[in-house]
């Protein structure tokens, strides 16, 4: 027995051996976690050394690794060019990734109940470690998404690559646009404040105006007449779960078709340009995944997440809660995302006045009666369901409508020239899609609107206490040098300086003064006579009072619009 217990003790290795032995074991271990890779391997890779076995293990594991065989082995260095994509198409996948990872942390503490929603929002903001900066993520990264969908849509144009086999390449990348904006939409109504329950209701009540199928369609929207518990349920459920499993499903399509059929295409001044012999074989030249494309795209994520991270660290960009939605209060100068200001300056434009004033002067020449084309043309059906449809269908259209291969852009100006005109319609439509386009607002509602909105914080909010000094100040006879003693001085809270005089008020005063004052030169507000009062309302409290009286031109009669804001010491002034 002792016999076979020292022979068994002398089969344990020592020393080299038995690192040898731990070090083979690790190394078996990481092949399996890398599909082949060794930790030799793994180093080499990182120092962009060339492979140290053969065959080469870094295609093997784009063989047998179910991650990885999503990619090609190698890609033309011509395609890899950054002034060719631009890394837009890169760039909105990344952000549909970040969009999941925080999305679904915010799933954790949102309840989408109309009751318990806004609460949860600001539960997330307060009390949930990292909940605002996951937020701020999430939006920002939404916006992100949509923007650079555009762009990338916008760069395959340009650069013709949807044609030939990457035809329906391009249907998907347009569906995607479509999925994107559906997702940005829906995730709007999520926070139930003010801002985004109007919006909804603005967008949705287009549906409402379609023939036959119109009201069914806005019931089965909104889940009943008004937006309530059934509509947010539907919203949230279609925001983290329906319409992100068909992105997935519509990504996956999308980028397979790039990446394992047809590629990336490569720039069209190698494939028709006049070059040399040595550029095309230079940009021809295979540029492997691993490691030199597989360690760019960690730096670009790594530049992206730091992107992200700066912009909202410096606050440059921040999720707007607005106050808790009202159905029975409509807010002023409520609009939808910046991505979708196209479609509200679509709703503006009204086909039948603008056919009326081009037929009416010829008819009435002819003794017939004007013509009354609203009865028979509804702007907001044709405007809201059937213009943004048909745009859609032409963008699904546009490798049937240019057959032509050339993909140079000298060879086929009257596309490049098209699609310039497509980008100006677009920002002239979002343009006119701003709450101040078209819309005329009460001149005495329109200043004081700007100095303190419904929806936001504006200049008078973010006035420190300290300077809301009490006193009636009167437009056109106070001075703004009189607002404060001139050796009045306080310490501001948030800074910790100090601040001499009192400059917020006076950029209030004057803002106020110098919006009606101009009303009043324009004939808007004639007669005009205008205060601003201040005084204390309760401990720590006071009361902002804005009072515009006019003569109504068109009644003689004077009109007053009055306002009253209630500002505390200790309220936040940043938001």
Request: aromatic share 12%.
């Amino acid at each position: 027995m002792i016999s076979s217990l020292r022979q068994r003790l002398s089969q344990i290795p020592r020393g080299a051996e038995l690192r040898k032995r731990i070090f083979e074991m690790i190394d078996e271990r990481v092949r399996i976690v890398t599909a082949g890779l060794s930790i030799k391997e793994l180093r080499a890779v990182l120092r962009g050394d060339p492979p140290t076995e053969k065959p080469n293990p870094r295609y093997k594991v784009i063989t047998t690794s179910f991650v990885a065989h999503l990619r090609p082995r190698y890609y033309p260095q011509g395609a890899t060019w950054f002034t060719h994509t631009f890394r837009l198409g890169w760039f909105t996948t990344f952000f549909f990734v970040v969009e999941l990872i925080t999305g679904l942390v915010l799933m954790i503490y949102y309840i989408p109940f109309p009751d318990q929603a806004y609460g949860s929002i600001l539960e997330i903001e307060s009390n949930v470690f990292l909940g605002e900066l996951f937020r701020d993520l999430h939006r920002l990264g939404a916006e992100a998404m949509v923007l650079f969908t555009w762009l990338h849509l916008f760069r395959t144009y340009f650069t013709g690559s949807y044609k030939g086999q990457r035809t329906f390449t391009w249907l998907t990348g347009v569906a995607l646009l479509a999925i994107t904006a559906w997702l940005s939409f829906t995730g709007y109504l999520l926070t139930w404040d003010q801002l985004g329950y109007w919006a909804i209701t603005v967008g949705t009540s287009m549906t409402d105006s379609g023939p036959v199928v119109g009201p069914a369609l806005n019931i089965i929207m909104r889940g009943a007449p008004d937006i309530g518990t059934g509509g947010l349920l539907r919203f949230y459920l279609n925001h983290v779960v329906l319409f992100p499993l068909i992105a997935i499903l519509i990504i996956s399509i999308h980028y397979y078709k790039v990446s394992r059929e047809h590629g990336i295409s490569m720039p069209a001044v190698i494939e028709e340009g006049e070059v040399s012999e040595d550029k095309k074989k230079e940009a021809n030249r295979r540029i492997d995944l691993i490691p030199d494309l597989l360690t760019h795209e960690i730096f670009l994520v790594a530049v992206g997440i730091l992107a992200l991270l700066v912009i909202v660290y410096f606050d440059l960009f921040n999720s707007p809660l607005e106050t808790p939605a009202n159905p029975q209060v409509t807010p002023l100068d409520t609009k939808a995302p910046w991505y979708f200001w196209w479609l509200q300056g679509l709703l503006k434009i009204e086909p039948a006045k603008i056919l009326e004033n081009l037929l009416n002067p010829i008819v009435t020449r002819f003794g017939m009666a004007p013509l009354q084309l609203g009865l028979l043309l509804d702007s907001k059906f044709i405007m809201g369901l059937v213009v943004p449809p048909v745009v859609v269908g032409i963008l699904f259209a546009i490798p049937y409508i240019d057959r032509t291969p050339a993909r140079l852009a000298r060879k086929r100006p009257f596309a490049i020239a098209w699609g310039i005109l497509w980008i100006f319609i677009i920002l002239a439509l979002s343009y006119m899609g701003l709450p101040e386009f078209g819309i005329e607002t009460p001149a005495a509602t329109r200043v004081i609107q700007d100095l303190a909105p419904e929806e936001g914080l504006g200049i008078l909010r973010e006035t420190p206490y300290e300077e809301l000094l009490p006193g009636i100040y009167t437009v056109g006879e106070t001075s703004p040098e009189d607002l404060c003693a001139k050796d009045f001085a306080y310490t501001d809270h948030a800074t910790g300086k100090q601040v001499i005089g009192c400059p917020h008020l006076v950029e209030v005063f004057e803002q106020y003064s110098s919006g009606l004052l101009a009303a009043e030169a324009e004939g808007k507000l004639p007669e005009l006579h205008a205060i601003l009062l201040i005084e204390d309302y309760g401990p720590d409290l006071r009361r902002v009072e804005m009072e515009v009286s006019w003569l109504d031109a068109e009644s003689d009669e004077v009109k007053t619009y009055v306002k009253h804001y209630f500002l505390h010491r200790d309220r936040a002034r940043e938001h």
